[in-house]
C-alpha cells in the first residue's frame, strides 16, 4: 500500500521549532521529488518547499518560498525512507496544516500524506 505520513506538527511560540517529518511506506522517496504544502485557515494551498529526487543531475536540489526561506529547511533521510522538514523562527503566520506530497517531478506530485497540524502562539 502506497502512503505518505506527516508527523512533527503541533503547538509552538514564536520562534521556536518544528521538525516535521513525512515517510514513506510502499515506495521509495529516493525516486521522488518531494514538496511541503501548508493551508491555512481561509486560504488556498500554497506550496513553500520542495526537493528534487536523489537520482539525475537535480540530486537534491532545493526550493523555498520567500515566506519560509532562511528559516525552513528540507532534507532526506534515504535510509529511512523519510523527508524533514526544519522550522525554525516560527511565526504565528506560519500556522496551517501542513502536508507533503511526492511526484515525479518538483512540480507534478501523485502521492499525499493527511496532514499535520502546525499551530505557533504564545
Known amino acids: 500500500q502506497v502512503q505518505l505520513v506527516e508527523s512533527g506538527g503541533g503547538l509552538a511560540q514564536p520562534g521556536g521549532s518544528l521538525r516535521l517529518s513525512c515517510a514513506a511506506s510502499?515506495?521509495?522517496?529516493?525516486?521522488?521529488?518531494i514538496g511541503w504544502f501548508r493551508q491555512a485557515p481561509g486560504k488556498e494551498r500554497e506550496r513553500i518547499s520542495c526537493i528534487s529526487s536523489a537520482i539525475g543531475g537535480t540530486n537534491g536540489k532545493t526550493y523555498y518560498e520567500d515566506s519560509v526561506k532562511g528559516r525552513f529547511t528540507v532534507s532526506r533521510d534515504n535510509a529511512k525512507n523519510t523527508v524533514y522538514l526544519q522550522m525554525d523562527s516560527l511565526k504565528p503566520e506560519d500556522t496551517a496544516v501542513y502536508y507533503c506530497?511526492?511526484?515525479?517531478?518538483?512540480?507534478?506530485?501523485?502521492?499525499w500524506g493527511q496532514g499535520t497540524q502546525v499551530t505557533v502562539s504564545s
Open positions: 506530497a511526492a511526484g515525479g517531478s518538483s512540480l507534478a506530485y501523485d502521492y
Open positions: 510502499g515506495f521509495t522517496l529516493y525516486y521522488y521529488a
